[in-house]
Nanobody, 120 residues
């Protein structure tokens, strides 16, 4: 079971980044993206039910971030637009077998994290 996230980097405020996360060796019902800024708890960013495509977003990213997936490749993406310095964090992808998409406790598998830094 493995989740591999990629796509982080340094970007100026107002810029865009696209994160990717590929899963192998697991059966899942939902994907999630979370982030953790220095000194803060890990928080939900976006999630998607794998088969229906229903999406969920935190209020802080709604309208700026978009989660999407490629079921055939078992891959999920997070398109991040209009980035702000407060979006700076390590971003984690996660997968769950059952539970609430926005609840961190529902996730069974986690990727290693990818750092996103937004400069002002």
């Amino acid at each position: 079971v493995q989740l591999q996230a990629s796509g982080g980097g340094l970007v100026q405020a107002g810029g865009s980044l696209r994160l990717s996360c590929a899963a192998s060796g697991l059966t899942l019902t939902a994907w999630g993206w979370f982030r953790q800024a220095p000194g803060k708890e890990r928080e939900f960013v976006a999630g998607m039910v794998r088969w229906s495509g229903d999406t969920y977003y935190s209020d802080s990213v709604k309208g700026r971030f978009t989660i999407s997936r490629d079921n055939a490749k078992n891959t999920v993406f997070l398109q991040m637009n209009s980035l702000k310095p407060e979006d700076t964090a390590v971003y984690y992808c996660a997968a769950q077998r059952v539970g609430s998409v926005a609840d961190i406790r529902s996730y069974d598998y986690w990727g290693q994290g990818t750092l996103v830094t937004v400069s002002s």
